[in-house]
């Protein structure tokens, strides 16, 4: 019973001996083994891990990709505009035991804080260099690279990799709102106004482009006509003369039917005219004017109107 008694807690005591010397590394992390805190082994394989119980200790830190939030940061760019920037970093363990050396037992609360100061000090250093349209612009890939790029280099010295930089917001602070947009407003308004007086003048020279035209093509076709009216009229002219040289007293009678059809337009007409007066040559018969080609004509009263044809007849 002494020799059952003293064998089993030794039992238990080598059972346990060899459980706290074995761990186990998971796939998403990586392991340090330490002793007295000196690194002694580095497991980054999972699988099963042998240590010295109780003089050694397992450390484990994740190998994942890590984010870390900036807290919203005042930056003043190089046309001295005001701006509230943020922004979101990946990062991740690549050298544990520089980790562990630069950070101490704290880890990755530690590191998270070193990394958000890397984080400003590149935003501001960035930022700062360029003006604020750059920075509210939508193609800002080129400043987030390079932000990612400087802060890369810092972070180096901690063990770990910056994988990606995103700015998630550049605001304006509160109290600058106001006289910003302000100024947004009045610049867009000059530009508008601008624009109408480019406008305007354009406008102005289409509308004397487009009078001169017209004034050119009146003229150009009031030359066209008179001259095209001279030719008729000197067509008809020729044709005339050729009629009267041919036969004087049919040229006398269609110009004196010419007439009767221009003095007897109207249905209200009136003449006063002597009865041999020579303008009703041709519509007289042997004994006097014919009424029945012209009913409505009066008859002249006692010889007492003045001889002679109407202003507004032509005479043969």
Excluded: H
Excluded at 58 to 74: H, K, M, N, T, W
Excluded at 112 to 125: K, P, T
Excluded at 207 to 216: G, K, N, S
């Amino acid at each position: 019973m002494k020799k059952t008694a003293f064998i089993i807690p030794v039992l238990v005591l080598a059972v346990a001996g060899i459980l706290s010397a074995l761990f186990v590394v998971d796939e998403r992390e990586n392991v340090l083994v330490l002793q007295f805190g000196q690194v002694k082994q580095v497991r980054t394989d999972p699988g099963l891990g042998v240590k010295l119980p109780v003089v050694q200790e397992v450390v484990r830190y994740d190998a994942r990709i890590l984010g870390l939030q900036s807290q919203p940061l005042e930056i003043t760019p190089l046309d001295d505009r005001r701006l509230v920037v943020d922004a979101f970093m990946r990062w991740r363990i690549t050298d544990v035991v520089r980790f562990r050396e630069a950070v101490g037992i704290e880890g990755v609360r530690a590191a998270q804080g070193r990394l958000e100061r890397i984080l400003n000090a590149a935003i501001r250093e960035v930022l700062g260099s360029v003006p604020s349209g750059a920075v509210l612009s939508e193609d800002r890939t080129g400043l987030m690279n390079r932000i990612r790029d400087l802060a890369r280099r810092e972070a180096a010295t901690l063990g770990v990799q910056v994988i990606d930089v995103r700015l998630t917001r550049t605001d304006l602070p509160e109290q600058n709102l106001a006289a910003t947009f302000a100024r947004m407003r009045a610049e867009r308004e000059r530009e508008a106004a601008d624009e109408i007086a480019r406008g305007n003048e354009a406008a102005q020279r289409v509308r004397a482009l487009a009078d001169r035209t017209v004034v050119e093509l009146v003229s150009s076709a009031r030359r066209d006509s008179e001259i095209i009216r001279g030719e008729a009229d000197a067509e008809r002219n020729a044709i005339y003369a050729e009629a009267f040289g041919r036969d004087p007293e049919f040229f006398s009678f269609t110009r004196s039917l010419v007439s009767y059809e221009r003095a007897m337009r109207q249905e209200n007409t009136s003449m006063v005219l002597r009865p041999d007066s020579e303008f009703f040559n041709y519509l007289r018969t042997d004994g006097g004017l014919r009424r029945d080609l012209v009913p409505q004509l009066p008859a002249a009263a006692g010889g007492g109107a003045a001889g002679g044809e109407p202003s507004d007849v032509p005479s043969n």
